[in-house]
């Protein structure tokens, strides 16, 4: 199975194939900015004319305009290739990046910036692949008191850690603060094969954007 995996959501676009579990070409566009513009070049280099029999994409949360960008462009890939469409969180696709051993001993905590002075946590068990409930909006000072040792990651990873530490909790800082599409795939490969619960690739944002439309006068 070829899987195209594309990813907007925060300060990177990505976009990845696999190819029966395997990676066989990723690129990314470093950048908060730009990615109606740089993700469908990167979708186009990594299919190298290639027709996808799936396609996941990052669904959030994150930035309304990266994960609109990825999710547009998924849906219009799979539906002209008769793909199946599939979607991973922000919290699944940066937890997947960490080593396994770790996820085996940890549970993981992503904590994305909102950029409104509050962050968006999305848990998952220890040795889990899904988060088992919704992102939640919170202010630092509202971060929870965790019931075991726990990984970091995420944007917002630096201040929920200190958060933490500074109340003499296990709280583990680590390097995955954004998410990648070769790592999201992990996620997808194993909601496509059904050994954890499906999410389609609608929108997680969690809270309303901050940019909105004009009133009509």
Same mark, same amino acid.
């Given at each position: 199975? !070829?899987?195209? &995996?594309?990813? $907007?959501? @925060?300060?990177?676009?990505?976009?990845?194939?696999?190819?029966?579990?395997?990676?066989?070409?990723?690129?990314?566009?470093?950048?908060?900015?730009?990615?109606?513009?740089?993700?469908?070049? #990167?979708?186009?280099?990594?299919?190298?004319?290639?027709?996808? %029999?799936?396609?996941? &994409?990052?669904?959030?949360?994150?930035?309304?305009?990266?994960?609109?960008?990825?999710?547009?462009?998924?849906?219009? /890939?799979? #539906?002209?290739?008769?793909?199946?469409? =599939?979607?991973?969180?922000? +919290?699944?696709?940066?937890?997947?990046?960490?080593?396994?051993?770790? !996820?085996?001993?940890?549970?993981?905590?992503?904590? /994305?910036?909102?950029?409104? +002075? !509050?962050?968006?946590?999305?848990?998952?068990?220890?040795?889990?692949?899904?988060?088992?409930?919704?992102?939640?909006?919170?202010?630092? !000072?509202?971060?929870?008191?965790?019931?075991?040792?726990?990984?970091?990651?995420?944007?917002?990873?630096?201040?929920?850690?200190?958060?933490?530490?500074?109340? $003499?909790?296990?709280?583990? @800082?680590?390097?995955?603060?954004?998410?990648?599409?070769?790592?999201?795939?992990?996620?997808?490969?194993?909601?496509?094969?059904? %050994? /954890?619960?499906?999410?389609?690739?609608?929108? @997680?944002? &969690?809270?309303?954007?901050? =940019?909105? #439309?004009?009133?009509?006068?």
């Amino acid at each position: 199975m !070829r899987l195209l &995996v594309l990813d $907007g959501s @925060l300060a990177r676009c990505s976009a990845a194939v696999m190819e029966d579990g395997a990676l066989v070409a990723h690129a990314f566009h470093a950048g908060a900015r730009g990615q109606p513009t740089a993700l469908p070049p #990167l979708a186009e280099q990594v299919l190298g004319g290639a027709r996808p %029999d799936a396609v996941a &994409v990052v669904v959030g949360p994150g930035g309304f305009t990266g994960l609109r960008t990825a999710i547009a462009l998924a849906e219009g /890939i799979a #539906l002209a290739t008769a793909a199946r469409l =599939v979607g991973v969180t922000t +919290g699944e696709a940066l937890a997947a990046a960490l080593p396994e051993g770790l !996820r085996a001993t940890r549970a993981v905590w992503a904590a /994305i910036d909102t950029k409104r +002075g !509050r962050f968006l946590l999305e848990r998952l068990e220890a040795d889990a692949w899904h988060a088992a409930a919704a992102p939640e909006p919170m202010a630092e !000072r509202e971060i929870p008191t965790p019931r075991a040792p726990v990984a970091l990651v995420g944007d917002a990873a630096p201040l929920a850690a200190a958060r933490l530490l500074a109340r $003499g909790f296990d709280a583990m @800082l680590t390097g995955s603060r954004l998410p990648d599409a070769a790592a999201a795939g992990l996620v997808a490969m194993r909601r496509l094969a059904g %050994d /954890i619960p499906w999410r389609d690739a609608t929108p @997680l944002y &969690v809270e309303p954007p901050a =940019v909105r #439309l004009p009133a009509a006068r």
